[in-house]
């Protein structure tokens, strides 16, 4: 019991600031010596002695207890260091072989995009096709796949599909109206096809306004001054352009009637080459939410303008950078009227600002509506207005004569010029179902021919462009099983 009341003045490290030394002076000399011999003390001498050899051993025990929770305190700090400098080791390590990994992957990127510019006709025609054949089929199962997993839809689309078939066999009075809509149906998505091959990046992109919008508004401003009219007789109108029966030599058609006249088909046109720029904005927004590293030029473009706007020094950029930059930071700033300001005048750089779009999550319908509104209706009343300008009876006449002034070639080059105008205003006059014998003319042959090469070598250029998706295709696996 004595032995358990003394160890009750032994003093821990937590109760040092607080504890008081006993009063032993208060004890009598019976428990004092007793307290000492418990402790293992000696007990002889007086009573001063006995308080102050108490007092001593306590304050013995006191810093014993103080060294011991020292070196605890000192062994749990060194363990924590020691831990701490692992985690720091094992922490830099991961990071230098993460940074490893992507120095390798990027390195490989590089070498495999330097393939992939190989894989063309002319240079590899068997691997080409090959790649072609192959990209081809599976994206062939994609699209079944994809039909097959919306099953309920395709099953309503054809149960409406073969409706509109019967209502279309079935004899009756509606059949005026199938007729008209089947018509402009037709008319509308020829034009809307060709505006998706002048924009949606297919090889090389086939220049469709050059090719079939640009003449065909050229012929119709032609024939509207030839026959003073825009009142062409449908059928055969649009496939064949011929001056009305009534007599209207007295009245000349406004430019605006000539605008409204082509607008139907530069509308869908323009709608055509709207639709062709979504696909950019959708790489763009499925890479910006998957966090996926894309291997895509036009991606990789955006974030080098990225990084030349954060470098801070666009004064020592070229042109074409500074250029990009300020598309980027207008569709950034504006928003809407930004992507349509982009969209309304002939503008490469259109592409970037479909993948600015998509990167910063810019809703569908507002980066759709504002490309739909600045393509389909303001670029492409400037677009008619320059060439309904151009086509002019007044101005025609000023080009032939100002080519024929041209010294030594001049007349030489006037003269198939006048021939082939002189056969297009005879053209306008001819009557319907009147067969007029074809003449040759180098001009129109020289158009012809150059029509099929860019047709030829758009085709040829998808073939290439797919093969190169088959190749960027396997290497992506191959670069996802080098990450894993």
């Known amino acids: ?108 990127r590089e070498m495999d995009r330097l393939e992939r510019e190989r894989i063309v006709l002319w240079r ?63 008319w509308c998505a020829y034009w809307v096809f060709l505006g998706i091959l002048s924009s949606v990046g297919l090889g090389t992109g086939l220049h469709t306004f050059l090719l079939y919008l640009g003449p065909h508004i050229a012929q119709v401003t032609m024939a509207a001054y030839e026959c003073s009219s825009v009142n062409f007789p449908e059928p055969p109108y649009p496939d064949q352009i011929i001056c009305p029966d009534i007599d209207e030599t007295d009245v000349t058609p406004s ?9 139907l088909e530069a509308c869908m046109w323009g709608i055509g080459t709207a639709i062709g720029e979504l696909p950019p904005y959708f790489m763009a927004r499925a890479a910006r939410l998957s966090g996926d590293d894309v291997d895509d030029e036009e991606f990789e473009e955006f974030e080098e303008v990225q990084q030349a706007r954060s470098a801070g020094n666009l004064a020592q950029q070229d042109w074409s950078t500074r250029a990009k930059v300020a598309v980027t930071k207008l569709v950034e700033r504006v928003g809407f009227l930004g992507i349509m300001a982009c969209a309304s005048i002939p503008n490469p750089l259109f592409d970037l600002a479909g993948v600015t779009c998509g990167y910063l999550l810019v809703p569908f319908w507002t980066f759709f509506g504002a490309t739909c509104i600045g393509k389909a209706v303001i670029k492409m009343h400037i677009q008619k207005l320059f060439i309904i300008t151009i086509f002019s009876e007044h101005h025609i006449e000023t080009i032939v004569n100002l080519i024929g002034q041209l010294p030594k070639v001049g007349p030489s080059l006037q003269a198939p010029f006048q021939d082939f105008l002189e056969k297009q205003k005879k053209k306008f006059h001819i009557k319907p179902g009147t067969n007029v014998p074809t003449e040759p003319n180098w001009l129109s042959y020289i158009f012809e021919k150059v029509l099929l090469l860019m047709v030829a070598y758009f085709i040829l250029s998808i073939v290439n462009s797919m093969a190169q998706s088959y190749h960027k295709r396997k290497a992506k696996e191959r670069q996802g099983k080098q990450r894993v």
Request: charged content about 25%.
């Open 1 to 108: 019991a004595t032995r358990g009341r003394s160890s009750n003045h032994v003093v821990t490290s937590d109760q040092n600031d607080t504890f008081a030394a006993p009063k032993y002076a208060s004890k009598t000399v019976a428990w004092l010596r007793k307290e000492l011999r418990s402790r293992g003390l000696s007990a002889t001498g007086l009573k001063v002695d006995l308080v102050a050899r108490l007092e001593e051993a306590d304050q013995k025990m006191t810093s014993s207890g103080n060294d011991v929770h020292v070196r605890r305190t000192q062994l749990v700090d060194g363990e924590a260091n020691k831990s701490q400098q692992e985690n720091s080791a094992n922490a830099g390590s991961e990071k230098s072989r993460t940074a490893d990994t992507d120095v390798a992957l990027k390195r490989q």
């Open 124 to 186: 590899q025609p068997i691997t080409t096709i090959q790649y072609f054949i192959l990209e081809t089929a599976i994206l062939f199962h994609g699209y079944l796949l994809r039909l097959w997993q919306n099953k309920g839809k395709v099953l309503i689309c054809l149960v409406l599909t073969l409706q509109l078939v019967w209502l279309y066999h079935t004899p009756g009075a509606h059949q005026q109206y199938v007729v008209f809509m089947e018509k402009k149906l037709h």
């Open 255 to 263: 430019i605006w009637a000539i605008i409204a006249k082509v607008r």
